[in-house]
């Protein structure tokens, strides 16, 4: 792997995040219609992020909900990939806590590269065996939440994941920074306002109960391309 492409040195991923926000800290309209609001320049810019990546995550509403494929898009992406000596493809990770992903989405449909399924012992057995029909492994990590540290304990040792990007939604990034387990975060900021009490926002879940809790980022840079922000925060792992 090339040595500019930050890893840890420890037993767990360097974990980054990718998120895209409106201007009012919204991912998503309040009745999920619209989720898909930013520029060209921001999904070139998530494919640029994909190319340096040894596994890409999602939560199993936006693997149901959007024909997605989790890859590493045009094939310019795919030779970046390899000149750093990546695997031509990246592997597809998705959550799925209660193992309610279809079996059927698009995501399975296209297979160019392992589909490892992270889920918990809430998922009936029933379930289980039709995830496993359609993806490469699942791995049960935790009771009734999922455990990430173990589970990317687990995809470091056994999938040799050393950089995972996580591309939401919102609350897998919560339990993520509650976990102290993001390495990096990368905020689209777009020029729209959603507004709406229950609309998503880029942490949702059970959240922070004071300031002491709360995650600490330092910036680490800040671009802008037409009326979007381009950031990039550090962020302290926690344990």
Excluded at 83 to 96: D, Q
């Amino acid at each position: 792997m090339n040595s500019k492409l930050k890893t840890t040195n420890s037993t767990l991923p360097f974990v980054f995040l990718n998120l895209a926000m409106t201007a009012d800290g919204k991912i998503a309209t309040a009745n999920r219609v619209v989720s898909s609001f930013s520029s060209r320049r921001d999904r070139e810019h998530m494919l640029e992020l994909r190319a340096t990546a040894d596994a890409v995550m999602n939560g199993a509403r936006t693997a149901d909900l959007k024909p997605i494929h989790m890859g590493t898009g045009p094939a310019k992406y795919r030779r970046l990939r390899l000149r750093r000596g990546l695997a031509e493809y990246n592997l597809r990770v998705i959550v799925s806590g209660s193992g309610t992903l279809n079996p059927k989405a698009e995501v399975f449909r296209q297979r160019f590269s392992p589909i490892i399924i992270l889920t918990t012992r809430r998922s009936p057995p029933r379930r289980l065996e039709a995830l496993r029909a359609v993806a490469d492994e699942v791995k049960v990590c935790g009771e009734h939440e999922i455990d990430f540290r173990r589970a990317f304990g687990w995809l470091r040792s056994k999938w040799n994941v050393r950089r995972l990007l996580c591309e939401g939604g919102g609350e897998i990034n919560d339990a993520l920074f509650r976990a102290g387990l993001v390495d990096e975060l990368h905020l689209t900021i777009c020029p729209r306002i959603f507004g709406g009490r229950t609309a998503p926002t880029i942490a949702d879940g059970r959240g922070a109960g004071s300031l002491h809790q709360a995650s600490q980022l330092e910036l680490k840079s800040a671009k802008r391309h037409g009326d979007e922000l381009f950031l990039v925060y550090r962020a302290k792992r926690k344990g």
